[in-house]
């Protein structure tokens, strides 16, 4: 299999593909909104399957291509044949390929149950062109070379983020989407200064050439950079004083909107962090791990003991999606200890603990919102019995509610193992301590959730059962349940591979010097000190 | 010099910004946001060295290194970056503008907490009043406990039900009739 996809050509080129073909294609679907009522809807859904479907493709491609040689690949491309730092850089190894893979596998499971579940208003103000705009900003923000660019993406996907979550425009939706949208805002402008910050300081804006700089820029530089970043993309992922955002609105908007988010928009966060850190402040990542297990160890714990008194199924499996982002920070903290035993392993459990968590945090959410859309209602205390009418929903929500409290034969189990391992290898007891009791809160979390919405007497929110509409939309919701929740199972039993992958792309975060070769900035840019002298 | 002053007017929007987004009503949280954006914008601006009649366009193109070093030109880049970044936050303002006065149109009110102070008036989900008028609790200075019913209020927002008439102001109605 690998080999075969290696056996294809990759020209650098094509790394424009995955953002240039989802903003072709959503100009496609705006002009197919034109269209008359039947057709318009068929063929939006079907090209916005189909273009997803060849994102994953492509990111198979991407990642057989990097995953080549012992050490891995890099594929770059610098747009216009312009040398870095003037140019622009996109830049791939194994871990992007890995979040190309997953975002585009996302989305391929959301198109079908958008269309099982969406009511004509919503899909015709635009759901599909949307999804397709988020899906290049989070590609493009994967990409991305250089720090500008990676603004300019994260405000491309945060913008189709603001529309869809007030898509439709109930007083819920206005009252959430207001905080979110603030919220982001001010934590990309923290973002701005940043890379103000950078430009002043450094004298340019080239991930690359930045991480060289680094290493001659003053302690302060550093520190201010890494300070304004951590709390940049801290509040994107949803970092513990700075999760707000997160709660507050992912309860409101239809539920096939909220499945796309909970799975995808925290990880890019979380991602940046892990690109950047180990890059530009490799340093600060050892002094600074007080601080970010701590950060960590609050993110969880306080997240998962709120999610305990949430009433509705979707508030509670948001502050259950902040509680995971914390382990993923642990893996962060952890990444460049000394003590480790083995270099990268912290960083390989990371990513299979996104990985993961995508994949079973998506199926949740998706199943969760059969429930509330068929019960009327997402009040835990107002509904109740649900196994009786949809037993197969049931068993599934019970397997992916299962993957994620970390129960043996599931991806959840091997991710929090060697993550714990590693926690265990750098002799942070206190950290596993308290990974392992999150866990447990998290199953009781779980257990509490399954049992009030499929356990007991059936009782619904409204006054009678209204089961989804159309007669193909149940199985055009359970079929990606299914494909998610099979998924996490077959990553938790062959997990070989699955840490193979990790392991080599966790080595290619952490090789800075192998991402500076790789993008080759010119040196004959003066540095900062000369470049602040103040002019004669 | 320059560098000075920009410092300090940098400091004072994002001060100012920072103040009013902290304030309740929303056309101040919008005026805030335009402010901060444009203390971060005015940053960008200074991150390239600031000078004098210089222009942003270098002369000889295979000797840029010397150019830049004997400053022979303004840098270019950061005014490309505040334009993207003017764009985009001139976008998100026109969106959030947009959201305000939908709420405003839904709830007939700009405060931000206590839109419906005067809905749960009439209901009093927790007594917390004590008789007295709930929107003097949630306005006064001495109070700032009206986030216990930031969830009452979430709990409203999510009703699938339209408001009943009797929620919304009265004011509006008098406008409108003149």
């Known amino acids: 299999m690998l080999e075969l996809l290696q056996s294809i050509p990759f020209q650098p080129t094509w790394l424009a593909l995955p953002v240039a073909l989802p903003m072709a294609a959503a100009g496609l679907l705006l002009a197919v909104a034109r269209l008359g009522f039947r057709q318009r809807f068929r063929l939006q859904r079907w090209i916005a399957g189909v273009v997803a479907g060849i994102h994953v493709l492509l990111a198979l491609l991407i990642l057989a291509h990097t995953l080549a040689g012992d050490e891995g690949a890099r594929i770059v491309y610098q747009m216009g044949s312009w040398p870095a730092p003037f140019g622009i850089t996109l830049i791939a190894d194994s871990f992007t390929a890995i979040m190309l893979l997953m975002t585009a596998l996302l989305v391929v499971a959301v198109v079908p149950y958008a269309a099982g579940t969406l009511d004509h208003h919503r899909e015709s103000m635009g759901f599909y062109p949307l999804t397709l705009l988020l899906l290049m900003g989070m590609n493009g923000a994967y990409l991305a070379g250089d720090l500008f660019n990676l603004y300019v993406f994260f405000e491309v996907l945060l913008t189709s983020s603001f529309v869809l979550l007030t898509l439709g425009g109930t007083p819920g939706q206005i009252n959430g989407g207001i905080r979110y949208v603030v919220l982001n805002l001010m934590a990309s402008l923290v973002f701005l200064s940043a890379a103000g910050v950078a430009y002043g300081t450094l004298g340019t804006l080239n991930m690359a050439q930045m991480a060289q700089r680094m290493d001659i820029a003053p302690d302060a530089v550093r520190i201010l950079l890494a300070g304004l970043m951590l709390v940049a993309f801290g509040s994107k992922a949803g970092l513990f004083p700075l999760f707000f955002w997160l709660p507050a609105s992912y309860h409101t908007p239809h539920p096939v909107v909220t499945a796309l988010f909970g799975g995808t928009l925290t990880k890019v966060g979380v991602y940046t962090l892990f690109r950047l850190f180990p890059l530009f402040f490799p340093g600060l990542l050892v002094a600074w791990q007080p601080l970010i297990l701590t950060i960590a160890a609050l993110t969880m714990l306080i997240s998962v003991l709120a999610a305990f008194v949430q009433p509705t199924i979707r508030r509670l499996i948001s502050f259950d999606i902040i509680s995971q982002v914390g382990f993923m920070l642990l893996a962060l903290g952890i990444a460049l200890d000394p003590r480790a035993p083995v270099t990268g392993f912290a960083l390989a459990a990371g990513i299979i603990f996104i990985v993961h968590n995508m994949l079973v945090k998506t199926a949740l959410l998706m199943g969760g919102g059969v429930a509330e859309l068929e019960m009327g209602s997402g009040n835990l205390g107002a509904i109740g019995g649900l196994a009786a009418k949809r037993p197969y929903l049931a068993g599934l929500f019970f397997v992916a509610a299962f993957s994620l409290a970390g129960i043996p034969p599931s991806s959840g189990f091997v991710s929090k193992l060697s993550l714990l391992q590693a926690t265990i290898g750098v002799h942070q007891y206190w950290m596993a301590a308290v990974s392992l009791l999150v866990s447990l809160l998290t199953m009781m979390v779980m257990i509490r959730l399954w049992q009030y919405i499929f356990w007991g007497e059936f009782t619904t929110g409204h006054a009678q059962w209204t089961p989804l509409r159309k007669p193909w939309a149940s199985w055009l919701t359970l079929g990606p349940i299914t494909v998610l929740v099979a998924l996490s199972l077959t990553m938790g039993i062959f997990f070989r591979p699955v840490l193979h992958v990790a392991q080599k792309a966790a080595n290619q975060v952490l090789d800075r010097t192998g991402y500076i070769a790789a993008v080759a900035p010119l040196a004959d840019v003066p540095v900062e000190p000369e470049f602040w002298e103040p002019p004669q | ?178």
């Open chain 2, 1 to 178: 010099m320059t560098t000075i002053v920009l410092g300090l007017l940098v400091a004072t929007l994002l001060a100012t910004g920072s103040y009013m987004v902290m304030r309740r009503g929303q056309i101040k949280l919008i005026l805030g946001l335009g402010l901060l954006t444009h203390g971060v914008n005015l940053m960008l601006f200074g991150s390239g060295a600031l000078l004098r009649g210089a222009t942003p366009i270098f002369k000889d193109k295979d000797n840029f290194a010397q150019e830049l070093a004997t400053r022979a030109f303004a840098d270019p880049l950061p005014q490309a970056l505040i334009l993207t970044a003017i764009v985009i936050s001139f976008g998100l303002t026109a969106f959030i503008v947009v959201l305000v006065s939908r709420r405003d149109a839904l709830t007939g009110s700009d405060l931000v907490p206590g839109e419906l102070a005067r809905y749960i008036n009439a209901q009093d989900p927790f007594h917390t009043a004590g008789g007295q008028d709930i929107s003097e609790v949630l306005f006064s200075d001495a109070s700032d406990d009206y986030d216990i019913l930031q969830f009452e209020l979430d709990e409203i927002y999510d009703r699938k039900e339209p408001l009943p008439v009797d929620a919304t102001d009265t004011t509006v109605e008098s406008s409108t009739a003149e």
